[in-house]
């Protein structure tokens, strides 16, 4: 009901920046929360940032100060700049959507490698 399309990753050197972006389409509704997770060889995926229909804003602690969600309502486009990259950072990202009605859904994944 719901497909996301993410673009965006590649490889960059530490200390420097990427842009992610994330377009959806389908019944998005009209409450829902989105964001970016992240997912290293052998580690759990884990939220890195998040932004809810209301504007609610989370970030995970490693990348505060760095990361940046937003989003654009008429594109149906949410965007991660991550500036300030580190190896850490290095993971597969994903985009996910999630409705008032508890329906969820991710983007396929797009590799993020940062390596000097």
């Known amino acids: 009901q719901v497909h996301l399309v993410e673009s965006g990753g590649g490889l960059v050197q530490p200390g420097g920046s990427l842009r992610l972006s994330c377009v959806a389409s389908g019944s998005i509704g009209s409450i829902y929360v989105t964001g970016w997770y992240r997912q290293a060889p052998g580690k759990q995926r884990a939220s890195v940032a998040t932004?809810?229909?209301?504007?609610?804003?989370n970030y995970a602690d490693s990348v505060k100060g760095r990361f940046t969600i937003s989003r654009d309502n008429a594109k149906n486009t949410v965007y991660l700049q991550m500036n300030s990259l580190k190896p850490e950072d290095t993971a597969t990202y994903y985009c996910?959507?999630?409705?008032?009605?508890?329906?969820?859904?991710w983007g396929q994944g797009t590799q993020v490698t940062v390596s000097s």
């Open positions: 932004i809810s229909s209301g504007g609610s804003i």
């Open positions: 996910r959507l999630y409705r008032l009605d508890l329906a969820e859904y």
